[in-house]
């Protein structure tokens, strides 16, 4: 954000919330901040007096001097990639926004960013040095990329006519897709549910996301392996199967050409 310093990460964390979790923030000052970037799961989130579905893609930036309450369904719990921070000056100090006229230099509550992916690539390497209090100065730098990430994010976003109608009735298709990855998803279907010719649907897809439904659906699912290949114990097969891959070794090879190694080296690292 111009006029500062980094941004210093204090603590973060993946998590797979439990099915019985809730979230009630307490009072702060006007300087502490949550990054969450939700991967998996739905539920709402109240902040300030408003509320947002959440669902996997969704990404919030919460002011912590206002009330957050937050709830889920136990049958699709959440998984958030969460931080805490501040924004420093140049000397290093805290930045209070207790001001209206600073609170509008921050980044908005909530967005959908086009490309959640890379975005939780960049911040999942501050989640990861901040556990290790020899590095936080590198913590504090990816959290800047992060943000710098972010707000780069937020100005693709469009805000009004045909390219925000695109733009919403694609990422409810991307929201789709993350949430049954294994489900035999067909271009010509899609396009139909929103009223395109499966041509003018590829092209929208295209232009939304920067990827062809196909790659899109792939690189979905390899992420989803890699999560339950970490977090599971499946089986590699099982895996494939859930993913709906019908051959396991059509699965390895492509996870292989997303990531570099085969499903069970992924597994014994």
Request: with cysteine; net charge neutral; aromatic share 10%.
């Amino acid at each position: 954000m111009a006029g500062f310093g980094l941004a210093k990460i204090t603590t973060a964390a993946v998590t797979e919330c439990g099915p019985d979790w809730s979230w009630h923030s307490k009072a702060a000052t006007p300087s502490d901040f949550v990054l969450w970037m939700v991967t998996a799961g739905r539920g709402t989130m109240n902040h300030a007096g408003r509320i947002y579905p959440v669902q996997a893609g969704d990404c919030f930036v919460f002011r912590m001097w206002q009330r957050c309450v937050g709830e889920h369904d136990p049958k699709a719990p959440l998984t958030v990639h969460w931080c805490e921070f501040q924004y420093l000056t140049a000397a290093g100090k805290p930045v209070t926004f207790a001001e209206e006229a600073k609170e509008r230099l921050l980044p908005a509550v909530h967005r959908r960013p086009p490309d959640l992916s890379f975005l939780t690539q960049v911040f999942d390497r501050a989640i990861r040095y901040v556990r290790d209090k020899e590095h936080q100065a590198e913590a504090d730098l990816w959290m800047e990329a992060t943000l710098q990430e972010l707000s780069r994010q937020d100005s693709l976003l469009p805000q009004s006519g045909l390219e925000l109608e695109h733009f919403n009735a694609i990422r409810g298709v991307t929201a789709a897709i993350r949430r049954e990855p294994g489900r035999a998803w067909k271009v010509s279907e899609l396009a139909r549910q929103l009223h395109y010719t499966p041509d003018h649907f590829t092209r929208v897809f295209r232009m939304v996301c920067g990827e062809s439904p196909r790659d899109f659906l792939i690189r979905t699912r390899i992420e989803e392996a890699q999560h339950l290949i970490s977090m599971s114990s499946y089986s590699i097969g099982r895996i494939a199967d859930l993913l709906g891959y019908s051959d396991i070794f059509h699965f390895s090879k492509q996870f292989k050409e997303k990531t570099g190694i085969p499903p069970s080296q992924f597994r014994s690292q």
